[in-house]
C-alpha cells in the first residue's frame, strides 16, 4: 500500500519513465516459422516418392490457406466463413486461362487481380455487416459463386475442368511444392511485417473492441476492407498452383474449388495452432492437415466423422490454440523474463496448468 | 495545491469550441436528446448533470460521432461535424471515454495506450507512440501497471485507461462519460485533481456524472439534463440551488420546501 | 390467357405450403438463435436426422408419417437436450466463432454418421394417401402438403402461445433478454438452456418429418438447410417465432419468382436464396418484423 502512495507521489513530479522492454516474441516465432518450413522444403522431395511429396504439397498449401485466413480472422476476428471463395477465383482463373492457351503464370496473376478486386467489392457491403450475418454472407457467397459457375457451365459443363497434364513428372511436382512452399515463406514473412506495422495495431484493436478502435481514431471499415483484400491475396495464388497442381477440379462438392471444408479447413487450422499468432497457423495447418490425409487413406469410412469429431474437440478443449497453451504452460515464454528458481517453476507451472484448465471449462 | 481548490473560470468572450443547436435524437420514437441547444468555450470544463436516464450518454455518443442525431447541427471549431465519422472527429481533436469502460482486453495497458496515440489527431510513429503512452500513463498514475493486461484492473484503474487512451489521443476536446462513478470518496479527489490538470494543459474538457459533489468541484459552468432536455445552464452553485435541479434529482416534496443550505446538503448527501 | 391463370393458381398454392415448410424449418432455428445467441450449424443435420427417423419409423414400424413427426420431435428433444447439456454449454459464453465451429464440427459428425448408417442414398417417405387430391380447375392442391402446412404452422403457433403464456416459456424469455437478471431471479440458465436448444432441435425433427413426406432428402443436405434457416430467420426477424412464419412466406415467393425469371430458373437456388438475404441485410438488418430479441 505505502509503495504504490509512493509512486503516485512522485509521478506528479516526473518520476523516471522505466523503459519498456521491447519482447522479441515476434522474432522468434518468425525463426520457428522459417525452420519449420526450411525442414519440410529439404525433407519431404528428399524422399523422392510420389506420395510423400503430394501429401507436403497439400500440407503447405493449407499452410498458406490457414495464414491468408489468419488476416481476417486472427488478426480482425471476424468469422470469414468463405475465404475459399478467393481459392476458387484462383483456381477458375488458371483453369480458364490454360484452357484458351494462355500461360499459365499470366493466370495466376489475373486470379491474383480478379480475386483482390472481388474481395475489396464484396468487403464494402460484408463487412458492415457483424457477427453472424457476416459468418453467413461469406460463407453463402462461397456457396452462390459454385452453384452459379456451374449452373453456367464456367471452365466446362457443369463447370468441370480438366487440364492437360504440364509433363515432366516428378521434376515438375517438385516445383510445385517449391512454389507453394515459397508462397508460405513469403505469407510468413507478411504475417511477421504486419505484427509489426500500424496496420497490424490497428487490425488488433479492432478484434479487442471495435467501438473503442474507430473512438481512437481507426477508420475500422477501411481497415477490415484491407484485411479481407489482404487474406484473398495468398489464397488465390494457392488456388491458381492448386488448378494447375491438381489437373482437374470441379467447382463444388467434396474436393471442389468452391468446397465449404476448405473453408472450414482454414478456420480450424489456425484455432488450433493459435488465432492471430505468426506460427499458429504453420503448426495448425500441419497437424489437422496430416491427420485428415491419414484418416482419408487408412479410414476413409469413418473419415468424416472424424473430422467433426477433431472439430468438436479442438473448439471444446483448445479454444485458445497451441501457442497460447505453450505461453501459459512455459513460463518465460510470455515475455515477462523473471528468473526463478527450479522449484518455484515448477510450482507456478502447476498452478498456471490448474489455471488453463479452469479456464477452458475441461 | 491552493489553485486547485477554486477551479479556473473562463472569460467569456472566448470563442466556442463546440455548439450544439437544437439537437434531437430519438430511439423508436422516444428521444432520449430532446431539442438541446448548448456550447463550451474554448478552454471550460462544462460539466453536464442528470439523473439516470437523463440522455447524458447519448449525448456524448452524439459528439463523438458514433451516433448520428435525428435533427439538429453540431459544429466544432467553427465546422459542422454531422457527416464526420467516430474516427474522422478523433483525428479532428475529439476524444471520449466510455461509461462502461472498453479496453482492448488482449493487450496490456500501455498497448492500449500506444494505439491511441498511434492513431489519433497527430497520428505519430511507434516510437513516439510508445513515449507518448509512457507519460501519459504517468500523468494519469497508472504507469506502475503498464504491463498488467486490459481485463486486469481495479474499477478506478480502468477508468483511468479510459482517460489515458483519450488522452494519448492529443485531444482539444476531452468528452469524459462518468469517469467517476464507483470511485470512492479518495479516488474521486485524485479524479477531480487530474481532470484540472488535464484543463490547464489546454484541453477543453466536457464532463458527464451524475454525482454532484464531484462535477461541482471541476466544472466551470453546470448543464442539467432532464429527459433529454436542459433544465438549467448556470455557475455550479446557481445551478445547485435552482428548484428545478432539485426536483428532477429529488422529486418535488423537496422542491416544494425551498432551497436552504439545509435542502442543499441534504441533496449532495443523496446523490453521492 | 386461361392456361396463364391455371397455371398462377398453381404457383399460389405452392408457394402457401412450400412457405409454411419454410416457417416449420426455420422457427427452431430463431428460438436458438435468439435466446441463446447461437447460430447452431447444425440445425440442417438436426433436420436430416429428423427425416431418416421418421423415415425408419414408418419402413419398420409401420407407423403413419404424420403421428411420427411427434415421435420424432420426442426423439429429437432428447437428442437436443443432450447436445446442449454435454457440448454447447461448456463455450455458450465464449466467442462467436468457437460456437460457430462447435456447431459446425457438430454439422459434420452427426452427418457423417447418418450417411455412414444409412448411406448418401437419395429417399422419401412414400405415403398411402400421396395421391389423394382437392382439384380446382387445373390446379391440383395434394392432401399431404396441405396437411404437412397446416401443422408446421400449427407449431409455430404452439411455441409463442408457450413462450407467452407459460411459466417456463417466461422462463425461457427472460433468459434470452438477460441470462444474469435471470439467474438472480432463481431460473437455472443451464436448463433453460438445454431446453431452448432441444425444443430448437424438436422442431427441426418436426421439419425433417415433414421434409420427408413431402421431398427427397439425402444426407448431404443438411447444409443447404441450415443456409436456408439463417435466410429464413433473418428474412424475418428474430423478433418472435411468428417471424419464422414471414421469412418463411417471403423467401417461399422470392423463391417461386426467381424460378419464372429467364437465365436463373431452379438450379440457382443456394444463389437466390444469398441474393435474398443481403438484400435484406442492407435494407432491414432486423428483418421484416424487426426486432432484435425475443420479446
Redesign the interface.
Known amino acids: 500500500m505505502a509503495s504504490e502512495a509512493e509512486v503516485r507521489g512522485q509521478v506528479v513530479v516526473g518520476a523516471p519513465v522505466p523503459a519498456p522492454r521491447e519482447s522479441r516474441g515476434w522474432l522468434w516465432s518468425t525463426l520457428v516459422g522459417l525452420g519449420i518450413l526450411a525442414l519440410i522444403g529439404i525433407l519431404a522431395p528428399l524422399a523422392g516418392d510420389f506420395g510423400v511429396l503430394r501429401m507436403w504439397t497439400l500440407i503447405v498449401m493449407y499452410i498458406v490457406l490457414a495464414q491468408g485466413w489468419n488476416f481476417i480472422g486472427g488478426f480482425v476476428g471476424y468469422a470469414a466463413f468463405g475465404n475459399v471463395v478467393f481459392f476458387g477465383i484462383g483456381a477458375y482463373s488458371v483453369g480458364i486461362f490454360l484452357l484458351n492457351g494462355k500461360p499459365f503464370l499470366l493466370g495466376v496473376a489475373a486470379g491474383f487481380v480478379a480475386a483482390g478486386l472481388f474481395a475489396f467489392l464484396l468487403g464494402l457491403p460484408v463487412l458492415r455487416l457483424r457477427g453472424h450475418y457476416f459468418a453467413i454472407a461469406t460463407l453463402g457467397i462461397a456457396e452462390a459463386l459454385g452453384e452459379f459457375i456451374a449452373a453456367k457451365d464456367i471452365g466446362g459443363p457443369g463447370g468441370e475442368v480438366s487440364l492437360t497434364p504440364p509433363g515432366g513428372g516428378l521434376g515438375v511436382f517438385t516445383l510445385f511444392f517449391y512454389a507453394f512452399l515459397g508462397l508460405a515463406v513469403l505469407t510468413l514473412l507478411g504475417t511477421t511485417l504486419l505484427t509489426r506495422s500500424r496496420f497490424g495495431y490497428a487490425l488488433v484493436a479492432i478484434r479487442e473492441n471495435e467501438e473503442a478502435a474507430e473512438s481512437l481514431g481507426i477508420a475500422t471499415y477501411w481497415y477490415k476492407v484491407g484485411a479481407f483484400v489482404l487474406s484473398a491475396l495468398p489464397t488465390a495464388i494457392a488456388g491458381g498452383l492448386w488448378a494447375y497442381w491438381s489437373l482437374g477440379f470441379e467447382p463444388g462438392g467434396e474436393g471442389g474449388a468452391f468446397d465449404v471444408n476448405i473453408s472450414v479447413a482454414m478456420v480450424l487450422m489456425t484455432f488450433l495452432g493459435g488465432a492471430g499468432t505468426i506460427v499458429g497457423p504453420v503448426l495448425g495447418a500441419i497437424i489437422i492437415e496430416w491427420l485428415d490425409l491419414q484418416t482419408t487413406l487408412s479410414a476413409t469410412q469413418i473419415h468424416g466423422p472424424l473430422l467433426g469429431l477433431l472439430i468438436v474437440l479442438v473448439t471444446l478443449f483448445l479454444p485458445q490454440g497451441l501457442i497460447r497453451l505453450v505461453q501459459e504452460l512455459v513460463p518465460g515464454a510470455s515475455g515477462t523474463g523473471e528468473r526463478l528458481s527450479w522449484s518455484a517453476q515448477l510450482r507456478r507451472g502447476m498452478r498456471r496448468v490448474r489455471r488453463f484448465i479452469a479456464a477452458n471449462g475441461v | 495545491m491552493s489553485d486547485a481548490s477554486s477551479p479556473p473560470t473562463v472569460s467569456d468572450t472566448q470563442p466556442a469550441l463546440l455548439e450544439l443547436t437544437n439537437v434531437t435524437k430519438r430511439f423508436g420514437g422516444l428521444p432520449a436528446v430532446d431539442a438541446l441547444s448548448f456550447h463550451v468555450r474554448q478552454g471550460e470544463v462544462l460539466g453536464i448533470i442528470g439523473p439516470n436516464g437523463a440522455g447524458k450518454s447519448t449525448l456524448i455518443g452524439l459528439i ?1 460521432g ?1 451516433i448520428t442525431p435525428t435533427t439538429g447541427t453540431i459544429r466544432y471549431d467553427g465546422r459542422d461535424i454531422g457527416g464526420l ?4 472527429r ?2 479532428a481533436g475529439i ?2 471515454t ?1 461509461q462502461i469502460t ?6 496490456d495497458v ?1 498497448e492500449n495506450v ?3 496515440a ?4 497527430r ?1 505519430l510513429s ?1 516510437a513516439a507512440a ?1 513515449r507518448v503512452a ?2 501519459v500513463l ?2 494519469v ?1 497508472l ?2 501497471k ?2 498488467n493486461k ?1 481485463d486486469q484492473l481495479t474499477v478506478a484503474d480502468r477508468k483511468r485507461l479510459e482517460m489515458a ?2 488522452l494519448a ?1 492529443s485531444p482539444r476536446l476531452l468528452l469524459l462519460d462518468e469517469v467517476m462513478a464507483g470511485l470512492t470518496s479518495t479516488e474521486i479527489e ?1 479524479a477531480v485533481a487530474l481532470i484540472r490538470e488535464i484543463n490547464r494543459s489546454g484541453v477543453t474538457v466536457l464532463v458527464v456524472e451524475h454525482i454532484m459533489k464531484a462535477i461541482k468541484g471541476v466544472s466551470d459552468r453546470i448543464l442539467v439534463l432532464h429527459h433529454g432536455r436542459k433544465i438549467a445552464e448556470d455557475l455550479p452553485n446557481a445551478v445547485l440551488s435552482d428548484p428545478r435541479v432539485i426536483e428532477a434529482y429529488l422529486g418535488e416534496r423537496y422542491a416544494r420546501g425551498q432551497q436552504s443550505a439545509q435542502t442543499l446538503k441534504e441533496l449532495e448527501g443523496e446523490i453521492i | 390467357m386461361a392456361l396463364a391463370s391455371v397455371a398462377v393458381g398453381q404457383i399460389v398454392v405452392n408457394f402457401l405450403l412450400v412457405g409454411c415448410f419454410y416457417a416449420a424449418l426455420g422457427v427452431g432455428f430463431s428460438l436458438v438463435w435468439g435466446i441463446m445467441n447461437i447460430v447452431n450449424l447444425a440445425h440442417g443435420a438436426l433436420l436430416i436426422v429428423g427425416a431418416y427417423v421418421s423415415y425408419w419409423l414408418f419402413t419398420q414400424v409401420h407407423i403413419d408419417p404424420f403421428v411420427a413427426i411427434f415421435l420424432t420431435m420426442i426423439v429429437l428433444f432428447a437428442v437436443g437436450w443432450v447436445i446442449q447439456y454435454l457440448i454447447i454449454n461448456r463455450v455458450i459464453r465464449g466467442p462467436l466463432l468457437v460456437t460457430f465451429m462447435l456447431t459446425f464440427g457438430l454439422d459434420l459428425l452427426i452427418t457423417n454418421l447418418v450417411q455412414l448408417f444409412f448411406t448418401g442414398n437419395i429417399r422419401s417417405i412414400n405415403v398411402p394417401y400421396a395421391n389423394v387430391a382437392v382439384t380446382i380447375g387445373e390446379t391440383r392442391i395434394p392432401f399431404v402438403n396441405v396437411a404437412v402446412a397446416l401443422v408446421a404452422v400449427g407449431l409455430t403457433v404452439a411455441l409463442a402461445q408457450f413462450l407467452t403464456r407459460t411459466r417456463t416459456g417466461n422462463a425461457i424469455l427472460a433468459t434470452g433478454m438477460d441470462s444474469d437478471a435471470a439467474r438472480l431471479m432463481g431460473i437455472s440458465v443451464r436448463r433453460t438452456y438445454a431446453l431452448t436448444f432441444a425444443l430448437g432441435a424438436a422442431l427441426a425433427g418436426a421439419a425433417g418429418a415433414m421434409l420427408a413426406m413431402t421431398l427427397q432428402f439425402q444426407p448431404v443436405d443438411s447444409g443447404k438447410y441450415t443456409l436456408y434457416a439463417f435466410v429464413i430467420v433473418a428474412l424475418g426477424g428474430l423478433g418472435t417465432p411468428y417471424g419464422a412464419l414471414a421469412g418463411g412466406f417471403v423467401f417461399s415467393l422470392a423463391e417461386t419468382v426467381a424460378a419464372y425469371i429467364p437465365g436463373i430458373g431452379v438450379s440457382l437456388e443456394i444463389a437466390v436464396a444469398f441474393a435474398v438475404l443481403v438484400l435484406v441485410l442492407i435494407l432491414r438488418p432486423n428483418g421484416i418484423l424487426g426486432k432484435a430479441y425475443y420479446s
Open positions: 463523438g458514433a465519422a467516430p474516427h474522422q478523433a483525428h476524444a471520449r466510455f472498453q479496453p482492448f482486453v488482449g493487450l500501455r500506444v494505439v491511441g498511434l492513431f489519433g489527431r497520428g511507434r510508445v509512457d507519460e504517468t500523468r498514475h504507469i506502475h503498464a504491463q486490459g487512451r483519450a489521443t485524485e
